[in-house]
């Protein structure tokens, strides 16, 4: 009985640490750049780390060991669910597997030949329907969908992993906002230092 208790002290001290490393680390790394990101804004991504950081709680089994997750298999499953709760579950999931995967193993990523517009537009789609939808905090979601392409950034600093976008990347992310005139688009494309005009040309 005192070897469960101790171990159970010994994880909360563990979380305890890791939230207050993660939040020191996202807070200095936004400190000195345009991304302000609100409280509850950052809470939200200081527990996801930490949520995240027990790879139980993240990789998924298959008859070849530990994968990641599958985004498109999360959206299958968001689209598919039979009722309201179960879909913005699975697209709340889709919008922080997507940011984690794409901020922690882009190199992955570019090697099966997905490129980072993909999960900006699958995680940021995720967030902004949360946020449409009213679903919990929906500033938070607003705020996550908005700046994906820069916490993509950020998360990856913190993590020790140098995300960049190429021009390429930028484009593509551009081409899909002229295709849409999606509004979260535009605003993603602002986050990234690029501000287009209303005739589509990039300024």
Not at 82 to 101: H, M, N, P
Request: glycine content about 6%; hydrophobic content about 35%.
């Amino acid at each position: 009985m005192w070897g469960k208790g101790m171990e159970r002290t010994t994880t909360l001290i563990a979380n305890n640490n890791l939230n207050e490393w993660f939040k020191y680390r996202l807070s200095d790394a936004t400190r000195n750049t345009s991304l302000a990101l609100s409280e509850d804004t950052l809470s939200y991504l200081v527990n996801l780390l930490v949520h995240y950081s027990d790879s139980r709680h993240f990789f998924e089994e298959s008859d070849h060991g530990l994968s990641l997750p599958s985004l498109a298999f999360i959206f299958r499953d968001a689209h598919e669910a039979k009722t309201t709760s179960q879909k913005l579950t699975k697209l709340r999931r889709l919008g922080d597997v997507s940011l984690f995967i794409g901020s922690l193993f882009p190199d992955k990523l570019m090697r099966a030949g997905i490129r980072k517009d993909y999960f900006i537009g699958m995680g940021g789609g995720a967030y902004s329907t949360l946020a449409e939808q009213n679903y919990c905090n929906p500033d938070v979601f607003n705020e996550l969908s908005v700046r994906f392409p820069r916490l993509l950034q950020i998360i990856g600093s913190v993590c020790q992993r140098k995300i960049q976008f190429d021009a390429e990347e930028i484009f593509a992310l551009h081409r899909r906002w002229q295709a849409t005139g999606d509004e979260t688009l535009k605003r993603q494309l602002y986050s990234l230092g690029i501000n287009v005009l209303q005739t589509g040309r990039i300024q």
